[in-house]
C-alpha cells in the first residue's frame, strides 16, 4: 500500500523551492518496486509537491535547473509508514 509523501520544498532561507524534480530511485527490488526504476515529482510554483510511495527504499536526488544533481540522500518507506513530509523520511535515518 503506497504512503503519501507531501509538503513544500524549501530552500536555506526558507523559500519555496521552482523548477525542481524530485527523483526516486528503488535501490532493490521490492514487492512492488524493480530496483533501479525512477519516480519523480514536480512541486508547483509555492513549493508544494505529493506523492504516492511504494514500499521500499529509495536514494532521493534533487535536479535543479541550472544546478548538477543534488544527492539528498536515502529514505526507507515500510508497509505501516505513516504519511509525512521528504524531511521526515531523510531525517528518520538519522535518527
Do not use: W
Not at 523551492?17 to 512541486?43: D, F, G, W, Y
Not at 527504499?57 to 536515502?74: F, I, K
Request: net charge negative; charged share 15%.
Amino acid at each position: 500500500m503506497p504512503v503519501l509523501i507531501s509538503g513544500v520544498l524549501k530552500d536555506g532561507t526558507g523559500t519555496p523551492v521552482q523548477n525542481c524534480t524530485i527523483q526516486l530511485k528503488a535501490c532493490r527490488t521490492s514487492t512492488t518496486v524493480v530496483v533501479n526504476t525512477v519516480a519523480s515529482e514536480n512541486p508547483d510554483d509555492a513549493g508544494r509537491y505529493s506523492m504516492d510511495v511504494e514500499q521500499g527504499q529509495y536514494t532521493v536526488t534533487l535536479l535543479v535547473d541550472g544546478y548538477p544533481p543534488s544527492h539528498a540522500g536515502v529514505i526507507t518507506v515500510y508497509d505501516d509508514s505513516k504519511p509525512g513530509t521528504l524531511n521526515d523520511f531523510l531525517g528518520a535515518m538519522t535518527e
